[in-house]
């Protein structure tokens, strides 16, 4: 993904596993951040860490089949949702696998594949992805956020991923917008996530229909004829019109940008980098939010800051994860 | 302040210039932290900076000389609220210094003294000077509070004073705690100063007693006899029993527990110091918030943190802006 020269360990290469709440997604990563034999499969969390983990290595073979190497790969990046201790490469209990409770997933990882594994959290890694060959190439500080099934975000600052003491690197989902409000999957009310996750944008929609409310013009909303209405279709009304939608959709922008003017009045970074599967919605999601911040954020903080989406799209966690082997292997050799 | 030998530069000293709202404090800080000379006068910012910068000026000639430095001091270090531009020394339009507008002070300070000058915001500095010589020495991530006249804050990342794209280095004040709430300085509503600095506090007190408000017992409140209570009016009175009082500060704790839980999430730091005059109420703020915090960030973040009270107390600011000096002074010699 870039045209230079990558001038250290031409051919050097990791394996990928990134472990989503609904896809397995896994590649072989080269230092120049391309993904080779990329495969995707669902995840289907329900069949346990038992069923799912031989899944996954059977992919990481393939993976690696696929990309055609010619020697083993020299480490492995894992990518995954925390709570996680990246020092131990333990699992303890993500939100998003029900069930995952303390699983050893890189001690597993380095014996299935002969080689050092390393495990992240997923935002954590995509910030680095994005900030080696996305959308923050060459930036100094920058947060990026994944808007996704849950809310999760890194940073980068000056130049260095921000991992923080507890080795998770910050929790940007969490922050109380609302106080008292909704429940969240975390234990509190008000979070950032419980309100414009998708899976709270599509809960919000249907609680909404649920209590009878309508388009301010008096209308039905459009989104009572789906059976399950996801973000997408919430997204997808409201660019075709629909008040109701709107109206949800308002909500999610007003709470995004009032989360991410705080974001950028205490990190102050020069870019924010939002990804993950909402921000498929592009600009209805990126303007208002992008206006809120130039508006609201304290001025020199404001006048610094640009809110864009990822630029690694489906991919930015393989490569984070990518990326996070690479340089543990570089730190290793050098 | 610390009883290792500093092994560069014995002797190297420089003039430190803190410019409150309501004091001004100058002292000569030397390599070891410590503060020589101190001299400390009200402010009277009404004067404006045609009267008040002379005068502080005066008070610097003054602190060299009762050092007793037999020589020039190495430079000097100035802290101030912001906005502010440290790069070109200039004072933008700080809320607690009404009037003074485009201030060059670096340059005017650098021609009076014969020495570089340099310009930080107060907090940024006070993070530095809490790091280096206060209740943050040897801590790798720690964030800076002071709860003060207004709110500020900074942060120490992985060792090194964060600055931010912007130069300010983080605006931890003004998280916005209560949306559509209090009107606050920066022009927004909701924000944690708006609830929780010494003005604030004062405020609030005020405002319920004049809407009727009195102790949930019915009593009226003691803070009712005086003609302009102040934060530590409020704290005397809600330590002494009175229920209105203490309502009030439930709410100051309350919010504040909120936005440390905010800001342990996102920088998941090792140490958070609470500083400024609204912390001389000790431990009715600090036990509260610190339990906020353990009970309520998510859990590694939880864990990994401490809520501490400053440990340079009202010196923070000169012992800040004496190390931001002293730092750059390094810079110029390596």
């Known amino acids: 993904m870039t045209d230079e020269q990558d001038s250290h360990a031409p051919g050097r290469a990791v394996l990928s596993l990134d472990i989503g709440g609904t896809k397995l997604a896994v590649g072989v990563v080269t230092a120049d951040g391309e993904v080779h034999g990329l495969v995707v499969e669902p995840t289907r969390r329900w069949e346990g860490p038992d069923v799912v983990i031989p899944r996954l290595f059977e992919l990481g073979h393939r993976a ?38 303390d699983v050893p997933l890189g001690s597993m990882t380095s014996d299935e594949f002969g080689v050092p594994a390393y495990l992240e959290n997923d935002a954590t890694a995509a910030a680095l992805g994005e900030h080696r060959f996305g959308a923050a190439r060459g930036v100094s500080t920058m947060i990026y956020l994944t808007i996704s099934t849950g809310v999760g975000g890194g940073a980068v600052i000056d130049g260095q991923l921000h991992r923080g003491a507890a ?22 009310r008000g979070c950032l996530e419980a309100y414009v996750s998708g899976t709270n944008i599509a809960e919000r929609a249907v609680e909404g229909l649920r209590a009878g409310r309508v388009s301010p013009d008096g209308s039905p909303s459009s989104l009572a004829a789906i059976e399950q209405p996801t973000a997408a279709d919430v997204a997808a009304a409201a660019l075709a019109g629909d008040g109701y939608a709107r109206a949800i ?11 991410l003017t705080d974001l950028v009045n205490v990190f102050e970074p020069e870019l924010v980098v939002l990804g993950g599967g909402v921000t498929r919605s592009g600009a209805m999601l990126l303007e208002p939010v992008a206006e809120a911040v130039a508006r609201d954020a304290m001025p020199p903080a404001a006048k610094a800051a640009r809110v864009v989406l990822a630029g690694l799209g489906d991919v930015v966690c393989v490569v984070g994860a990518g990326v996070v082997a690479l340089d543990a292997q570089e730190g290793e050799h050098a």
């Open 249 to 259: 959709w308002t909500e999610t922008t007003d709470v995004l940008g009032q989360a």
């Open 167 to 188: 080795g998770n690197g910050g929790e940007l989902g969490h922050l109380m917008v609302r106080p008292g409000g909704r429940p969240c999957t975390c234990g509190r």
């Open 64 to 101: 690696i089949a696929a990309a055609g190497l010619d020697r083993p790969v020299d480490a492995v990046g894992i990518s995954c949702g925390g709570p996680l201790d990246s020092g131990t490469g333990v699992l303890i209990s993500p939100p998003h696998l029900p069930g995952w409770l």
